[in-house]
């Protein structure tokens, strides 16, 4: 009932919702014929339905390139982030990787659920892959080998300082930065700045540290060995194992670590803003800028917040729905950029150790936003709409049974006469949203 709940918290995101549910089953009908894109675009949609979505809306030209890219570079992680696979059989993998997209019949079975499918399925990937230009394979070729290579690397060693953190996200991240900026230029659609490498890399890097600051708990409990991502360097200055921030006593410790981390990322954002100010395509610039969007949304909830160390850390269904729905121009990103600084800003505790560094790098933020975006006349993702008077949430709920009676009929989930136990109805509204 978590998701019915924030729906009638929030119902102006209702409409959005629906329309992003309405689009997503859309694009799903422009994968091109045959078994192995049929396979891919359903393989892609199961891992990341946003990823799906942002690239379902770009070109013809570049879409099943970067489909096939980003389930090649899923699948490398898959086997990297695999903690039951011996070093001695993952380490030749990842190194030899960019040879196996080229074997049509070559795939491994390892990772879990949708990951665990893509893996014992990536002959098709690999079958997709030879279908795609040569400059297209060249790219996808070449930052494979450089991935896993590096993944390789990270194997054979820990993440001791954060010269080795931000080298770890760039074989992982800006390195796809470099493959993304490589594919745009493949298409033609884009041209390669003088400084690009430098802000492809950050584009990547914003990203992936945000990752890796969410997906704490999630790395820390992998079995039948945890994942650790954060640097030595910083977390021994608070506690003796990175596991004991999971630890209640520890809390006080584990948020000023964190703080520490979110500001680290928060160094990036200039490049990247300089990134996708760059951009001509206004369908790349969305799949470019709408990770980037998450990705501040998502550090503006983690920031100061115990919660990463307990449970899950993200940006609700419909909070994404408005930045898929509303990112279409760089006045767009500094407007939502802007508002979640604005909201990490109000959570800074002077008392932090890194308040400091974190205010100073939030300004100039903040600053580059009201100079160079226009922020009024515009509707915040932060906080439009968040409260509704009664009659609409009663309005609404109307529609939602009207909806739920739609879509059961539709899908014959259920019998009719089943249908009018309120408790059904509920859980189907919520499973209903939550797809």
Same mark, same amino acid.
Request: with cysteine; proline share 3%; net charge neutral.
């Given at each position: 009932?978590?998701?019915?709940?924030?729906?009638?918290?929030?119902?102006?995101?209702?409409?959005?919702?629906?329309?992003?549910?309405?689009?997503?089953?859309?694009?799903?009908?422009?994968?091109?014929?045959?078994?192995?894109?049929?396979?891919?675009?359903?393989?892609?949609?199961?891992?990341?339905?946003?990823?799906?979505?942002?690239?379902?809306?770009?070109?013809?030209?570049?879409?099943?390139?970067?489909?096939?890219?980003?389930?090649?570079?899923?699948?490398?992680?898959?086997?990297?982030?695999?903690?039951?696979?011996?070093?001695?059989?993952?380490?030749?993998?990842?190194?030899?990787?960019?040879?196996?997209?080229?074997?049509?019949?070559?795939?491994?079975?390892?990772?879990?659920?949708?990951?665990?499918?893509?893996?014992?399925?990536?002959?098709?990937?690999?079958?997709?892959?030879?279908?795609?230009?040569?400059?297209?394979?060249?790219?996808?070729?070449?930052?494979?080998?450089?991935?896993?290579?590096?993944?390789?690397?990270?194997?054979?060693?820990?993440?001791?300082?954060?010269?080795?953190?931000?080298?770890?996200?760039?074989?992982?991240?800006?390195?796809?930065?470099?493959?993304?900026?490589?594919?745009?230029?493949?298409?033609?659609?884009?041209?390669?700045?003088?400084?690009?490498?430098?802000?492809?890399?950050?584009?990547?890097?914003?990203?992936?540290?945000?990752?890796?600051?969410?997906?704490?708990?999630?790395?820390?409990?992998?079995?039948?060995?945890?994942?650790?991502?954060?640097?030595?360097?910083?977390?021994?200055?608070?506690?003796?194992?990175?596991?004991?921030?999971?630890?209640?006593?520890?809390?006080?410790?584990?948020?000023?670590?964190?703080?520490?981390?979110?500001?680290?990322?928060?160094?990036?954002?200039?490049?990247? @803003?300089? %990134?996708?100010? $760059?951009? *001509?395509?206004?369908? =790349?610039?969305?799949?470019?800028?709408?990770?980037? &969007? +998450?990705?501040?949304?998502?550090?503006?909830?983690?920031?100061?917040?115990?919660?990463?160390?307990?449970?899950?850390?993200?940006?609700?269904?419909?909070?994404?729905?408005?930045?898929?729905?509303?990112?279409?121009?760089?006045?767009?990103?500094?407007?939502?950029?802007?508002?979640?600084?604005?909201?990490?800003?109000?959570?800074?505790?002077?008392?932090?150790?890194?308040?400091?560094?974190?205010?100073?790098?939030?300004?100039?933020?903040?600053?580059?936003?009201?100079?160079?975006?226009?922020?009024?006349?515009?509707?915040?993702?932060?906080?439009?709409?968040?409260?509704?008077?009664?009659?609409?949430?009663?309005?609404?709920?109307?529609?939602?049974?009207?909806?739920? @009676?739609? %879509?059961?009929? $539709?899908? *014959?989930?259920?019998? =009719?006469?089943?249908?009018?136990?309120?408790?059904? &109805? +509920?859980?189907?509204?919520?499973?209903?949203?939550?797809?």
């Amino acid at each position: 009932m978590g998701s019915l709940g924030q729906i009638l918290r929030h119902p102006d995101e209702i409409y959005l919702l629906l329309k992003l549910k309405r689009e997503i089953k859309k694009a799903q009908k422009q994968i091109p014929p045959g078994k192995h894109w049929r396979i891919c675009y359903s393989l892609l949609h199961n891992v990341s339905t946003s990823f799906s979505y942002v690239i379902h809306q770009l070109r013809t030209e570049l879409r099943n390139p970067m489909c096939v890219f980003y389930l090649v570079l899923r699948a490398l992680d898959t086997v990297e982030d695999d903690t039951s696979i011996s070093k001695e059989v993952k380490l030749p993998i990842l190194t030899d990787f960019h040879r196996r997209i080229y074997d049509r019949d070559w795939h491994f079975s390892c990772g879990r659920n949708e990951f665990k499918v893509l893996m014992d399925q990536f002959h098709h990937v690999s079958s997709a892959f030879l279908q795609l230009e040569r400059g297209y394979q060249e790219v996808i070729e070449d930052i494979t080998k450089r991935m896993g290579a590096g993944m390789a690397k990270f194997i054979c060693q820990e993440v001791e300082t954060m010269e080795d953190h931000t080298e770890y996200c760039y074989y992982v991240a800006g390195l796809l930065g470099f493959g993304l900026s490589k594919l745009f230029l493949a298409s033609g659609l884009e041209v390669l700045t003088p400084d690009w490498e430098q802000l492809s890399n950050s584009m990547g890097l914003f990203l992936h540290k945000t990752h890796i600051i969410k997906d704490y708990l999630e790395d820390i409990n992998e079995i039948p060995e945890p994942r650790k991502f954060w640097p030595r360097q910083i977390w021994s200055k608070y506690v003796g194992k990175l596991e004991d921030f999971k630890d209640e006593e520890n809390s006080t410790k584990a948020v000023q670590c964190l703080n520490y981390m979110v500001t680290d990322a928060l160094i990036h954002i200039e490049d990247c @803003f300089k %990134y996708m100010a $760059a951009l *001509r395509d206004p369908t =790349i610039f969305r799949f470019c800028a709408i990770p980037q &969007i +998450m990705a501040i949304g998502t550090l503006s909830l983690c920031y100061d917040n115990v919660q990463v160390f307990r449970g899950v850390v993200k940006v609700r269904r419909g909070i994404t729905a408005k930045v898929m729905d509303r990112t279409k121009t760089m006045d767009d990103v500094y407007g939502a950029f802007y508002d979640y600084s604005c909201m990490l800003k109000a959570k800074v505790d002077k008392k932090d150790p890194n308040a400091t560094e974190t205010l100073h790098r939030l300004e100039v933020v903040l600053k580059l936003c009201r100079d160079i975006g226009v922020l009024q006349k515009r509707n915040s993702l932060v906080n439009d709409g968040a409260q509704s008077k009664p009659l609409l949430v009663v309005m609404l709920l109307v529609l939602l049974f009207a909806i739920v @009676f739609a %879509y059961l009929r $539709a899908n *014959r989930v259920m019998e =009719i006469n089943n249908a009018s136990d309120p408790d059904i &109805i +509920m859980n189907t509204v919520s499973r209903f949203f939550s797809n």
